[in-house]
């Protein structure tokens, strides 16, 4: 059974652009989470979508958005990039999103915004 | 505003021993919680987890207590062994939030 995929591994972008990552989760699996883990911060959560829906968000800013398509794939969008952008971003699917059930975390996306 | 904290960023500890990861946390209203494990370039798994109801959850050579007045949570592992050298995330949540929250980490080193 395939994992959780992000694309890109790895992304270099320039202040004030924007910027689209993608996540596969584990098929069957229609919850995926985003969270962003900087040096210092350990891991913060960003939002969750749920068939097609977003349930939860975190404290971020506008700037950062995501959507979930039918197959459950996730996009998280973040745009007018800041230095303090830079930071690994990891997607996590599970089968329901409920807290006692496994999430199972992509390998991430590292952003780097020079 | 850290509500879940990892006071200790490194750890070391000889092979064999016992290693003692510690997490505390301010919500009172965190019920669950949960111990991830993270090799470099690759994303966290989830190790084990306990509910609030308990105060005391094993899996072999892990096993996580959590002192509820305390508001404290440690993860054991015993025997430590080579591979388990990573960097340890603790992770709560609350009833009806799907979101984790997560402290900032542990590296743990096992020396031979």
């Known amino acids: 059974k395939a994992g959780v995929t992000q694309t890109p591994r790895y992304l270099i972008k320039t202040r004030g652009q924007q910027v689209t990552l993608s996540c596969s989760p584990i098929s069957g699996h229609r919850s995926v989470s985003w969270y962003q883990q900087t040096p210092g911060q350990g891991l913060q959560f960003l939002f969750e979508y749920f068939s097609e829906t977003q349930r939860n968000k975190g404290n971020f800013p506008g700037r950062f958005s995501g959507r979930q398509f039918s197959n459950s794939r996730s996009e998280m969008n973040v745009s007018t990039l800041e230095l303090g952008d830079s930071a690994l971003y990891l997607c996590?699917?599970?089968?329901?999103?409920?807290?006692?059930?496994?999430?199972?975390f992509g390998q991430g996306t590292r952003l780097t915004v020079v | 505003d850290q509500q879940v904290k990892q006071n200790s960023p490194s750890l070391s500890v000889q092979e064999g021993r016992i290693s003692i990861l510690n997490c505390d946390y301010t919500?009172?209203?965190?019920?669950?919680f949960l111990w991830y494990k993270k090799y470099p370039a690759e994303g966290p798994t989830f190790l084990i987890s306990?509910?609030?109801?308990?105060d005391k959850n094993e899996d072999g050579r892990f096993t996580v207590f959590l002192n509820k007045s305390a508001k404290h949570l440690s993860l054991h592992i015993v025997p430590s062994q080579p591979g388990d050298s990573a960097v340890y995330f603790c992770?709560?949540?609350?009833?009806?939030?799907?979101?984790?929250?997560f402290g900032q980490g542990t590296r743990l080193t096992i020396n031979p």
């Open positions: 306990i509910s609030s109801i308990k």
């Open positions: 996590a699917s599970s089968f329901t999103g409920q807290r006692n059930t496994e999430a199972f």
């Open positions: 919500n009172s209203m965190f019920d669950y």
């Open positions: 992770a709560a949540s609350a009833p009806g939030a799907q979101k984790l929250v």
